[in-house]
C-alpha cells in the first residue's frame, strides 16, 4: 500500500510544487490557499492518469485532503 501513498504523493507534488515533500500527507482544501477549484480539477486529472482510472463526479466532492484521496484510492484497488 505504500506504492499507492508514493504515487499520489507524487501527483500532489506535480499540481502543488510549491509543498515541502513532508507536508504533503497532512494538506486538504482548508489548508492551502493554491488548492481551488481549478487546482482540484487539475490534481483529480492526474491523479487518473497516474492510477489509470475514472472518478465519478459523484465522489470528488468528498475527495479534500491527501488522506481521505488514499482512503478513496485504497478502497478502488482492494476492491479491483
Known amino acids: 500500500m505504500a506504492e499507492i501513498e508514493g504515487r499520489l504523493a507524487s501527483c500532489f507534488a506535480t499540481v502543488f ?3 515541502d515533500p513532508q507536508e ?5 482544501v482548508g489548508s492551502m490557499a493554491s488548492w ?3 487546482a482540484g480539477i487539475t490534481l483529480i486529472s492526474v491523479i487518473e492518469e ?3 482510472l475514472s472518478i465519478s463526479p459523484d465522489d470528488v466532492p468528498g475527495l479534500v485532503s491527501f488522506e ?13
Request: zero cysteines; hydrophobic letters at 50%; proline letters at 4%.
Open 50 to 52: 497516474e492510477f489509470g
Open 17 to 19: 510544487p510549491e509543498l
Open 36 to 38: 481551488d477549484s481549478l
Open 24 to 28: 504533503i500527507a497532512s494538506v486538504s
Open 68 to 80: 481521505l484521496i488514499l482512503d478513496y484510492l485504497r478502497r478502488i484497488q482492494s476492491a479491483a
